[in-house]
């Protein structure tokens, strides 16, 4: 079965920089774009960045120039590096992706992947 683990959350400063991964199994992993979003409370899933099979990312426009996101196939990884934290990034964050059974593309939208993992916490203090 479809098994996304998210891990390397924690707790840093504002201006620092975490790295947070998801390690994927059940699928083949190369052929799925990825995505990373995050849920603060009482919020929707906000997408944060995603990268499709070839390595070609998207960002929201609130991280665009602080997030990278990267994959490593024959790792079966996903990677947000995050710097230049705020306050405001303080969050769970997902990882996720489609079902292989459609097409699989990059959605911005919670609703249209299929898979989540069970998402690690972010917190950046002031």
């Known amino acids: 079965q479809v098994q996304l683990v998210e891990s390397g959350g924690g707790l840093v400063q504002a201006g620092g920089s975490l790295s947070v991964s998801c390690a994927a199994s059940?699928?083949?992993?190369?052929?799925?774009?990825m995505h990373w979003f995050r849920r603060t409370p009482g919020k929707e899933r906000e997408f944060v960045a995603a990268?499709?099979?070839?390595?070609?990312?998207t960002y929201a426009d609130s991280v665009k120039g602080r997030f990278t996101i990267d994959r490593d196939n024959a790792k079966n990884t996903l990677y947000l590096q995050m710097n230049s934290l705020k306050p405001e990034d303080t969050a769970v964050y997902y990882c996720?992706?489609?079902?292989?059974?459609?097409?699989?593309?990059?959605?911005?939208?919670?609703?249209?992947?299929?898979?989540w993992g069970k998402g690690t916490p972010v917190t950046v203090s002031t």
């Open positions: 990268i499709s099979r070839i390595g070609i990312s």
């Open positions: 996720a992706t489609m079902s292989s059974g459609r097409l699989l593309t990059i959605s911005r939208r919670a609703d249209d992947l299929d898979y």
């Open positions: 059940g699928f083949i992993f190369s052929d799925h774009p």
